[in-house]
Each structure stands twice: as C-alpha cells, then as structure tokens.
DNA sequence: AATGAATGAGTGTTCATTCAT
DNA sequence: TATGAATGAACACTCATTCAT
C-alpha cells in the first residue's frame, strides 16, 4: 500500500516526514510534561499543550488518542530518562552505604534539575494510575535487586525475600518524602537537600540494614 | 467550630437557628468526605455532595466560600478524627520499639476501618495542598515529640534535633507507602497489613533508630 | 425536603418559579422544533435552539439530557399537536369515503400552517428512530380503528386483519409522498395540495377500499 | 462515467494511467456505498470511505469536490443498478396486474440482497436531497409510463394525466413503507416481505386502479 | 496522481457560582 | 436561610479540507 516506488530515492523524502512527525510528538510530550509539571495533571489541558508545542489543537490527536492518553505516557517517558540519569550518574565500584548513599544523591540531583518530574511523579497515582503502579514496578524491581545484591555480597543480613521488599518501599517511601518536604518548596523546587537529612536517613540504614543484628 | 455536643440535649426546643446550622454544615462536610472518599477530589461535584447531604445547591454557599474551601476543610477534619482515634487505641504504659510499632498497628487500623480516609490523605496534596502541608505538620510535631521523649528515655540515642525530624519524615513515608502497596487493593482497601511487613518495618527501626550504635 | 413553610402562602411562589420553568422549557422545545424544521436536525445545534430560545446553553441542560433528548421529544410533541389538530377540524357525521377524504385535507392543511412538521416528522426515522417507529405505531393504530370501523358499518369488505394493516401503511406511505411532492419546494413548503391530486388518492381508495369487490 | 468494461481486457498493459484512475474512483464510490449502508450518511467519514478502499485521505479529493459530492453520486449509482436489476428480472410477457405484481416482488427482492440499498435510498432524501429528487423523478417517470401503456392497453382507466402521476406517487410511497415496515429490523432487514401484504397491496390496485369502474 | 500530517472551526457537555424568589 | 433555575466559561474531541512533499 505505501510501496509503489520501488527505489531509494523515496527514502530520504520519507524519512524527512517521519522525523518532522517524530519531532512534532516529541515536542508535543515535552509540552505535557512541562504543562503538568508547572499546573498539575488537572490543570493540563489541551490547548495548553498544543499552544505550548506551537501547533493546532487537531494535531494533537494525530499523536495520541486522547487527553488521558498523552497522561499515561508522561511518567514512563520521564521515569526512564531519571533511571538512565541516575544509571549513568554513579560512579563505579561503591559498594554497601556508600552505594546507597550515592544512588540517592542522584535522584536528588535529577530532581533537582527536572523540576517538573516531581510532580508528575507524585500526582501520577490519581490521575495516571496504572502508569504509577507500574513505574512504582519497576523501581522496586531494580531495588530489590540492588538489595539482594548487598545480600550476596554479605553487606546485609537477616532480612527475607518478603521482608526485603517492605524495606524497598521503605527507601521509595523515604526519598519521596524527604523530597517533598526538603527539596521543594510553593513554586516547584528548592535546591538541594541539605546533608544533615542525608546523613539521617545514611543512619537509620547503615544501623537498621546494613549490619548484621 | 464542629464541638456542639455539650448544648444539643439541654435545648431540644430552642436549637431551631444556630443548631440546625451546624447540623447543615456537618451534614455538608461528611458528604463532601464521603464523595471524595469514594469518587476522589476531582470528581466531587457541588451536586453530588449537596445531593447527599440532602440539601439544595445554593445552599452549600450560605456554609461554604467555594469549592476549595469545603476540600481544604476536609483532611484537618478527618485528620483530627484518625488522631483521636490513633490516641485513644494506644495501650498505656508502652515505651520503646513496643509504643512505635502499637502506633503502626493503630494507624493501619483506623485505615482499615475507615477506607474513605486513604484517598482524602493520599490526594490532598494534590487538591488541598495546604491542607495537607499541614496536617504533615501536624504528624511530623505529635512524632518528633514521641522520638524526643523517647530520647530522653535513653532509648534512642546518636541524633540531633534537626536529624530526628528527617527520622520521623522517613517514618511517616514508610507507613504512607506500606498502606499503598500492602493495604490497598483497585476498590479502596485491602485488609490488614501482613505481619512480616511489620516485621520488616520493626526491624530497621529496631537496629536503626533504637540503638546507641 | 420540600416543605419546610407548610402555609399556602409559599404555593403561589412556587407556582410562579414552576410556571416559568415550564415557559422555559416550551420556548426550547418550540426553539428546537424552528431550528429542525429550516436546519434539519443534523444541523440543530444546542447554540442555534438556545439562541433562539433566548436563554444560555447551560439552561438547555436544566431541561434536557442531552441533545439527543430534545430531539427525541420533538416528534411525539409536534405529533400530538397535529392529532389534536386533525381530531378537532373533521367535521361531524361523515362516514365511508367522504370522512376518509377529510382526513386527508386536514393533514395536508395541518402541514401547510406547520412548515416545520414535515422535515421533524421525515428526518426522525434517521435522527429519531424510537420516535419514529412509535408516532407510526399511534398512526397505524388509531388509522386501523377507523378502517375497522368502517368495515363494521359495511363500508369496507374482503380484507382480513392483517391486509387492513397493509393497506394503512400504504394510506400513511401515500399522504407522505403526497406531501413530499406537492406540499413542498425548496423553503419548506409550497401551499396547498392540488384538487386532482386529492380526487386520484380518492378514485384509488373509492374503488380499492370502500367496495365489496 | 463508470463504464470501461469494453476496454479493460484489449490492453492489459496500458491501462495504468487513466484505468487504474478509474478504479481507483470506483473502489471509493463503492466503499462510500458500504459504509453508508452500514453507518448511514452522517457517519460516513471520509477517514472510514479511503481506508475502506486503501487509499490516503488525500487520494479521496483528487476525484471527488468534497464529502457531499461523494454523498450526491452515490444514489444514482446504486439507483441506476437497482433499476437494472429489477428490468433484468422481469419475467417477459406480463401485463395488467401480474406485471405490476413482479415488480413489487422484484424490488422487494432486491432490498433483501441489497440490503445497504435501503439505507442509501431512504437516507438520501435527508443527506443528499437533490441527488434523492432526482431519483424520484426518474422512478416516477418510468413507471407513469408503464402506467400510461396499461392505460393504453385498456387495462386502466378513468384517470387523467396529472392523477396518473399522483397514482405513481401512491405506488412508491407504498413500497417504500411497505418496506420500511414488513422488509426491515432494528439490524438492517429481515428477510422477505410476507404474501398478504402483497395480496393487500394487489387487492387495493386490482380494485382502484385495474378496473374501469 | 498519491500521500498523510496539519489545520481550526465547530460541537456537545459539565459545573462552580450567582441571585431572584 | 433555603431554594434551584440560570449562567457562561471552559473543555475534550471530531473531521472535512488543504498542501508540501
């Protein structure tokens, strides 16, 4: 149906329409993250976004199927860039506390710096439920992981397979309060979370995990 | 401003005017909880509450200034109900790792019991978002005040003032996110907490904070 | 929940607040019956029937479900309107094939005083399908009645039943079309249907119907 | 303007040009045709007509002027096929009432193996009411000059001219209804017309109009 | 001739709020 | 104070049509 000139030379005509329509989605997301980061999922309406993206309101379905649509893509586009930011942000070779500590610092600093993950993030449990519950997923997946790993290597003991998961929530939990209560403040953030909550929270893991009773 | 209970036997007759009044504007409050409750902040219509309440539209402006007001009202109302509650389940006499978990134990409780309250605490920040800075401040100052007694004790020792509060913020978070993952299901609630969740929680309070290290 | 005055001296409010709620409502269904009548109901939008109403959009919902609703209600009302019209113009005391022609001018007449009747009634087996089938099954009914009442009188003989309800549809079928080709142009409607057609739907129904073959 | 059948078998090589324009023009009227009798007039989108066929959007306005101008050539294409298979199915020979009879029966057979005809036909009116006029005129002009030959025949008499006509419009009004009632269900039909509503409809021409009363 | 992304006017509907009664 | 009809701004979404490629 789309093949009737057999030769390359369709090709780069082609990809020029593909890539404007690749970039026209891409900015169309970025609007939405930036809209709802700044006036919350409720306030994110579409000729907000489109206005924002520099195109027609139309345009806007011909990327996605509907308002709640474009919702449900905001987190797992954000939570990915944040797992790959923070991937590529710690350092190799730490191991135990120092790990722990370094991977938080990361997440803060994402913070920091994508000011409007925070909010899509947080409201993302009512209005984007399922992309939250499986962001959520993901994350405990890859602690979990983390935390067997600290098993293996015999920096942590004690805990079991089920117990180990209340503990990773625990830590989620903990980084999103603190991030709440000291990296924010009404207009969106607050710089960077001040040492002392770090080495709180360094604390109560270092004694209550990272030992062995 | 919602304690009338002393004056309502002594004045059957007479409670006509003020009486009836309050009774309106509890009527209101308790429906605009039990909406949210079940249909969320977003979805609570003027109507829907008005409806339940068995009142007129018109009539809810002659109680409330707008909308936002009645959602602002409704976690420190709430609030102050689970805080009750929390307060009179305590047993007398616990101190130590016993008295947190006890606390643990009564909040997911009151939260069983009360399955509206999850999404009215959960969303607030989202809809009510001074309501709910508040209501944390108001948690965080009951529990640094339980930490600091108990530091007194000489039960938790190595933390300084500013420390004990990001404590009690991980503490709190810990218990938001266990009632997410483990209390909740896709209709409101789930049942109680598993025990070896509580476990897990005690344990790292256990080593963490209740220790001299 | 209403009655908190029990005097009658709240009626005559009430009365007026109802009565104007019912002026209100007519000026919507008339508004919607002028609108379909020139536009079609394709093109009635709730902005042109509310424009001409005189009221605001939102009022349309004070009184209406949806448009669909309005439009639904149209044909039964314009309907009954045309039957009262009918009932009250045939003459007294005719039987056989003079009542039969009465009833014919007086539909025809009813049509050429209500322009906007014909295009509710023809459009609605598309846009109003429910209304429809059920204003032609008053028609049939009440047409039916009165072939069968002739047959009684021996006006009519040597059809059963079930031919009777087939030969109503054609007498239904036939004023339509008659309707359609000499009761109309372009506008709306084009004044009076000729003699000749008459006395040809008359010398068909003379011979065909009121005959014993 | 749709017959090429001479010519699509003498160049089975050359024909890409306009042939292939011809087919492409054809596939989209008979999509159109299909998706009107499923989803009516208002509903057929051009979206639905051009993937029903497998082109772009776009390739639809390179042969038609616009949406309505699809609609407006849509019943004369199916209405000059119906009138070719009802004259192709005419048993040869008949005449007086038995001719008038078979070609009750053969439009009737018609709409049940066509049963998108219906749709077109009686929408058409609404949606494309120029295209429906004509239609009508060319019926009416066919069977006024059946009419006029049984006249002739000395088979009809009694009715001038211009009654003839309003006895064409009797006749198809009738089989209009007729199918509308007894030929249709709520999915599109319902198989054939039963035999005593076409012995009513025999018994009522036999008597009115095949008779020299 | 074919494509399909972009457009934007237009729609039905909701609902917090007002205000005359 | 209670009522509930009236309001109108705001919204998500559709789709015929255009036009650069």
């Given at each position: 149906?789309?093949?009737?000139?057999?030769?390359?030379?369709?090709?780069?005509?082609?990809r020029?329409r593909?890539?404007?329509a690749?970039e026209?989605?891409?900015?169309?997301?970025?609007?939405a993250?930036?809209?709802?980061?700044?006036?919350?999922?409720?306030?994110?309406?579409?000729?907000?976004?489109?206005?924002?993206a520099?195109?027609?309101q139309?345009?806007?379905?011909?990327?996605?199927?509907?308002?709640?649509?474009?919702?449900?893509?905001?987190?797992?586009?954000?939570g990915?860039?944040?797992?790959?930011h923070?991937?590529?942000?710690?350092?190799r070779?730490?191991?135990?506390?120092?790990?722990?500590e370094?991977?938080l610092?990361?997440?803060?600093?994402y913070?920091d710096t994508?000011?409007?993950?925070?909010?899509?993030?947080y409201?993302?449990?009512?209005?984007?439920?399922?992309?939250?519950?499986?962001?959520?997923?993901?994350?405990?997946?890859?602690y979990?992981?983390?935390?067997?790993?600290?098993?293996?290597?015999?920096e942590?003991?004690?805990f079991?397979?089920d117990?180990?998961?209340?503990?990773t929530?625990?830590?989620?939990?903990?980084r999103?309060?603190?991030?709440?209560?000291?990296?924010?403040?009404?207009?969106g953030?607050?710089?960077?979370?001040?040492d002392?909550?770090?080495?709180?929270y360094?604390k109560?893991?270092?004694?209550?995990?990272?030992?062995?009773?």
């Amino acid at each position: 149906m789309a093949d009737t000139n057999s030769l390359r030379s369709s090709q780069p005509r082609r990809r020029s329409r593909e890539e404007k329509a690749r970039e026209t989605y891409r900015s169309l997301l970025e609007a939405a993250a930036q809209v709802v980061g700044s006036d919350g999922y409720a306030d994110a309406s579409i000729s907000k976004i489109t206005q924002l993206a520099g195109v027609a309101q139309g345009t806007f379905y011909n990327y996605f199927e509907s308002r709640q649509d474009v919702l449900n893509r905001l987190l797992p586009y954000m939570g990915r860039q944040m797992l790959d930011h923070i991937a590529s942000a710690m350092p190799r070779g730490l191991t135990g506390p120092a790990r722990e500590e370094a991977r938080l610092r990361a997440f803060f600093a994402y913070l920091d710096t994508h000011p409007s993950f925070y909010r899509i993030l947080y409201e993302a449990e009512v209005f984007a439920p399922e992309a939250h519950a499986e962001h959520i997923r993901v994350l405990v997946k890859g602690y979990k992981g983390a935390l067997n790993r600290a098993v293996a290597r015999g920096e942590i003991g004690g805990f079991d397979e089920d117990e180990l998961e209340a503990v990773t929530y625990m830590l989620l939990a903990s980084r999103a309060y603190i991030a709440m209560r000291y990296a924010r403040n009404g207009d969106g953030h607050a710089g960077p979370v001040p040492d002392h909550v770090i080495q709180a929270y360094m604390k109560v893991l270092g004694r209550g995990l990272f030992s062995q009773a």
